[in-house]
Each structure stands twice: as structure tokens, then as C-alpha cells.
């Protein structure tokens, strides 16, 4: 009868282990996307106010942006560029996203961040301006979809959890 009650308990933790694993992924998406925002908009600044040319401008924004997982994307987007200049930013920011891929990054986002390497690597400072200007303003009702689906379903996915292991447990009992 032990053994039953310790299995239970091992099945309900496991059910709750599963959905905080879910609703991890969940903040995961949220902060990426958050610290997407936060990187771009300094690049936006850093454009319009010290013209810096494009691998020093990348590394800029990456040692700003403190240990989010996108500014070793930008980090590693810059190193590609200073090895091969030639390549262009485009290139060079889709060889980081192949070397660094980011597991919580959904389409959404890799579009708008596509786009903006292609517009960043011709162009004049104001309409680079203008290109980091938009994919702020693409990736904020992304950032707000993610911060509600945190919200609203990270608590229900913790409490399914419990309850699929609660159930597990009764029926192994």
C-alpha cells in the first residue's frame, strides 16, 4: 500500500513537472521575443545617433543586451560578417540563425527578423532607422499574444498537469 501512495505521488509530480515544463516554454517565447524588442530598439537608437558601420553595430547591440539569447545570435551574425565581408547582412545573419537556432522562435518572428537583416544591410541610417522602427512595431502584438498566453495559460497548464498526474496515480494505485 506504500509503494501505491508513492507512486502516486511520483505520478502526480511528474503530471506537474509536464505542465511547468509547458508553461516554461511558454515564458521561454515571451522573453525572446521581449529581449528581441529591447535589442532593436537600441539598434534603432545606435543608428540615428552614432552611424556605426554594420559587425560593429551588431556587437553594440549584443554586449548591451545582457545574456539574452538573441544577442549571441547578433554576436555571432557580426563575427560572420567581419570573417566574410562580402556575404552581407542577410547572409550573414541567416548563417547565425542556422549556427544559433532558438528553440522558442516561432515563424512569426524569424519573418519579421529576416526581414529586417535585409533591409538593414542596404540603405541609408533613416530607412535602417525606419526598418528596426518596423519590426518593433510587427513584434509587439506578438510579445502581447505571448504575454497573455502566459498569463491566462500558464497557471491552467501547471493545474492540468497536477490533475494528469493525480489521475495517473489513482488508476496505478
Request: glycine residues 10%; charged residues 25%; aromatic residues 2%.
Amino acid at each position: 500500500m506504500m509503494l501505491g501512495a508513492a507512486g502516486a505521488l511520483l505520478c502526480m509530480a511528474l503530471g506537474t513537472a509536464l505542465g511547468a515544463g509547458l508553461k516554461e516554454r511558454r515564458c521561454a517565447w515571451l522573453r525572446l521575443l521581449e529581449n528581441e524588442m529591447e535589442l532593436l530598439t537600441r539598434m534603432r537608437l545606435l543608428i540615428l545617433e552614432e552611424r556605426l558601420g554594420l559587425p560593429a553595430l551588431l556587437r553594440t547591440c549584443a554586449s548591451d543586451g545582457g545574456e539574452g539569447v538573441f544577442s549571441h545570435r547578433l554576436e555571432k551574425a557580426a563575427e560572420i560578417l567581419e570573417k566574410h565581408p562580402l556575404l552581407g547582412l542577410r547572409d550573414a545573419y541567416q548563417q547565425a540563425t542556422s549556427a544559433l537556432p532558438l528553440s522558442a522562435e516561432k515563424s512569426e518572428e524569424k519573418a519579421v527578423m529576416d526581414a529586417l537583416f535585409a533591409q538593414l544591410g542596404t540603405g541609408t541610417a533613416s530607412m535602417r532607422e525606419q526598418a528596426a522602427a518596423s519590426a518593433i512595431r510587427r513584434l509587439r502584438p506578438l510579445a502581447e499574444k505571448a504575454r497573455e498566453q502566459v498569463e491566462k495559460g500558464g497557471k491552467l497548464l501547471m493545474q492540468l498537469g497536477l490533475l494528469l498526474g493525480l489521475m495517473l496515480g489513482i488508476a496505478l494505485w
